[in-house]
């Protein structure tokens, strides 16, 4: 990774905090005044370090064709982008929220990376039912709505490569929300496991995946 490319990260990084988007209603409740995260629209993006942990990670088992669900801003894509770039890689990249996706395409614009990403905009489900069967991916990274994971999984079993990981952010601090997709990966004789870096990272390989350590 370059300087202009650390440097566009960690700019994102810094103005992350400072977004937030409210809804009419919310204003006239004087919502906005409040310094609550908990109220408004925020793009949430992964920690750094879980950043230069799928860099490494993705560089390291050389995959580059590449699903995330729940763009937000476009954080964790790029550090994705980068990570295939030596490679030409691919990211099919799926955000529902307007406000995000609009944020999202500005950074994609001026991310100095070379690497094709595609930004869909819709519901991960309706978006992954329209891909063609020939669209197929080596690489997953989860960090949408935790408790709906088992249902995506289902949709997109079919456009998984032989050997293709899943990771899945927040399977420490939202493991509850997880169960059912921990359970199904279990059905399904995925082999998985919870690394504890900052907020938690599944980690599921299919029954005929074999990688590095």
């Excluded at 490494?56 to 937000?72: A, P």
Aim: hydrophobic content about 40%.
């Amino acid at each position: 990774m370059n300087i202009d490319q650390k440097t566009i990260l960690a700019a994102i990084a810094r103005h992350a905090p400072f977004l937030v988007w409210w809804k009419p209603e919310q204003l006239a409740r004087g919502e906005h005044i409040e310094n609550n995260p908990t109220k408004g629209e925020r793009p949430w993006i992964i920690p750094e370090t879980t950043g230069a942990f799928l860099y490494s990670l993705v560089q390291k088992q050389g995959f580059s064709h590449i699903l995330e669900l729940g763009t937000s801003i476009g954080y964790s894509t790029l550090w994705l982008a980068y990570a295939i770039e030596p490679v030409n890689g691919s990211i099919h990249t799926i955000e529902r929220s307007i406000n995000k996706v609009a944020v999202a395409r500005d950074h994609f614009n001026q991310s100095n990376t070379t690497t094709s990403i595609t930004l869909h905009e819709g519901f991960i489900s309706d978006v992954i039912n329209e891909f063609p069967d020939a669209l197929m991916f080596d690489f997953v990274f989860m960090d949408a709505d935790r408790g709906h994971y088992h249902e995506y999984f289902h949709a997109i079993k079919k456009h998984l490569l032989p050997g293709a990981l899943i990771i899945a952010d927040n399977a420490g601090n939202m493991h509850k929300r997880m169960q059912p997709f921990f359970d199904l990966l279990t059905q399904e004789g995925w082999t998985w496991t919870i690394h504890p870096m900052d907020n938690g990272l599944l980690i599921a390989s299919g029954p005929e995946v074999r990688h590095n350590n």
